[in-house]
């Protein structure tokens, strides 16, 4: 894809994506009350195969968030009795992420809000509209992940 001097199309699309996920956050919190990240621990944990918990650094890399935001989000949700953080019966120095029988109940009681939160949100996209977006964000992930930009994290 061409830039041209002020970014063109690609400042569009990476402008658009930095609103779309504000977006999702604000209405993620007001329509059901937890935050983006919470539900994305949540879906996380709930998966099949972690009945018994993931590592903190397996969870914090699945969801590419930072050690700190992922700490701040496990405390609040620890408060709430949704998760508990457990020695790893492999590693002793080691703790997994379990989400907790309140917190398997609770996800259980979203998922008729986060039915109908994906059906609104996509109500003007078709199957295949749906299919396309998805395959071109894995695309623009995959990318992202390899940028490796000469002058590192600070251009000044």
Known sequence: MIVNESGGIPNRLFFRLFQTGNILQRQVQ??????AVQWAVLGALSREGYNEGTSFNQLKNYLHVSRQSLDGVLKRMERDYHVVRV????DRRARLVVLTDSGREFWEQLQG???DFYQ?????FSFDDGVSLLHLLKKLQHDMTNISLPFGRNPD
């Open 30 to 35: 007001n329509e059901m009350g937890i935050s």
């Open 120 to 124: 609104q949100a996509l109500q003007g």
């Open 113 to 115: 809000a986060i039915a």
């Open 87 to 90: 020695p790893d019966p492999q």
